[in-house]
Structure formats: C-alpha cells, structure tokens
C-alpha cells in the first residue's frame, strides 16, 4: 500500500518556475523503504495522452526525462522526508496540464517511462502556465 499526494502546483506565467513535491507514505514503503521505489513525474493535458516527464531509479543514479522538457525540469528526491521534487525552469505555456507522481517498487526506468505498468499513482497537482 503506497500513497503519493502532490502539491505545489498552481498558476504561473511563462518564464516562471515551480517546484512540485511528491509525498510518499503507506505500508509498503515503510516495509521496504522510501529509496526502494522508481519515482517519476507524468503530466496529462486536456484532451491530450498521459505524457512521461522525468524518472529517478530507485538506486539514485539514473534519471531520464522526456524531450520536451530535458534542460529545464529536474526530478530529485529527500529520502529522509520521504518525498520526491520536479523543479521545473523556464515555464511554457505547453507545460500546461495535471502532474502526476507514479512509484513503483524496485522498478525498471523503461516500465517507469512507459507508465503501462506502474502500480501507484497519486491523483495529480495542476499546473497552468499563462503566455
């Protein structure tokens, strides 16, 4: 049992930037350990597919993101708090859309990128940047 709960969207202007955190908390995490879990960050626009922004390996060593945001997003993670960041630089207008933190236990970087088979989800933080 893994809960994940977002904050720290809201409303910018193009050019601003946020930080968005990913709280992580359950049974499960407490079992295994917060730096057990692939974190990554997804984002899903009206009326457009879920999107992968950027991944951490579970080790720590590994993060990827996706084109569109490579140079100004950054995903990092505290493993005493238990929480999981996407800085986010240089907002675009085309950043616009619901952000979604996913974990899954001991995964791989390519099941976190394509978000298929990901078990936890947290239920999103919006994100709305103005031109």
């Known amino acids: 049992q893994v809960q994940l709960v977002e904050s720290g969207g809201g409303l910018v202007q193009a050019g601003d930037s946020l930080r968005l955190s990913c709280a992580a908390s359950?049974?499960?995490?407490?079992?295994?350990?917060?730096?057990?879990?692939?974190y990554g960050w997804f984002r899903q626009a009206a009326g457009k597919e879920r999107e992968f922004v950027a991944g951490?390996?579970?080790?720590?060593?590994?993060?990827d993101y996706g084109d569109s945001v490579k140079g100004r997003f950054t995903i990092s993670r505290d493993v005493a708090k238990t929480t999981v960041y996407l800085d986010a630089h240089n907002l675009k207008p085309e950043d616009t859309g619901v952000y979604y933190c996913?974990?899954?236990?001991?995964?791989?970087?390519?099941?976190?990128?394509?978000?298929?088979?990901?078990?936890?989800w947290g239920q999103g933080t919006q994100v709305t940047v103005s031109s």
């Open positions: 359950g049974r499960t995490v407490s079992q295994y350990g917060f730096d057990r879990f692939t």
């Open positions: 996913a974990a899954d236990l001991f995964g791989s970087m390519d099941i976190m990128r394509a978000g298929i088979h990901v078990n936890y």
């Open positions: 951490l390996s579970w080790r720590g060593e590994y993060r």
